[in-house]
């Protein structure tokens, strides 16, 4: 059974800085493209970052570039997400997601295989 679990959210002062895990279980995140989206009340979900099993590869979202940043770590099959300089706007539940190692996977739009159920970040101004 696959699950992905989010956990690092919570409440922070803006400016501050947060980092989100994505731990995996049931798939091996370094083969399969993994991104964040978030959620922030009344909006649509939003695409944040991705990382491809081939070379790593790392995609932003312009609205966050040079904020965020994902990485793996391969050996505890966890996706992290570095957010830096967060903003009241930053408030929403984060999710991650796991969609397919193919080479032509949008990662932006999907369709994303598995999700995980969300946490929550509020950042306060």
């Known amino acids: 059974q696959v699950q992905l679990v989010e956990s690092g959210g919570g409440l922070v002062q803006a400016g501050g800085s947060l980092r989100l895990s994505c731990a995996a279980s049931g798939l091996t995140v370094s083969t399969y493209a993994i991104g964040w989206f978030r959620r922030a009340p009344g909006k649509e979900r939003e695409f944040l970052a991705s990382?491809?099993?081939?070379?790593?590869?790392?995609i932003y979202s312009t609205s966050v570039k040079g904020r965020l940043a994902i990485s793996r770590n391969n050996a505890e099959n966890t996706v992290y997400l570095q957010m830096n300089i967060l903003k009241p706007e930053d408030t929403a539940v984060y999710y991650c997601?796991?969609?397919?190692?193919?080479?032509?996977?949008?990662?932006?739009?999907?369709?994303?295989?598995?999700w995980g159920q969300g946490t929550q970040v509020t950042v306060s101004s």
């Open positions: 997601a796991a969609g397919s190692a193919a080479a032509n996977f949008d990662v932006m739009s999907g369709p994303y295989d598995y």
């Open positions: 990382i491809r099993w081939v070379n790593s590869d790392t």
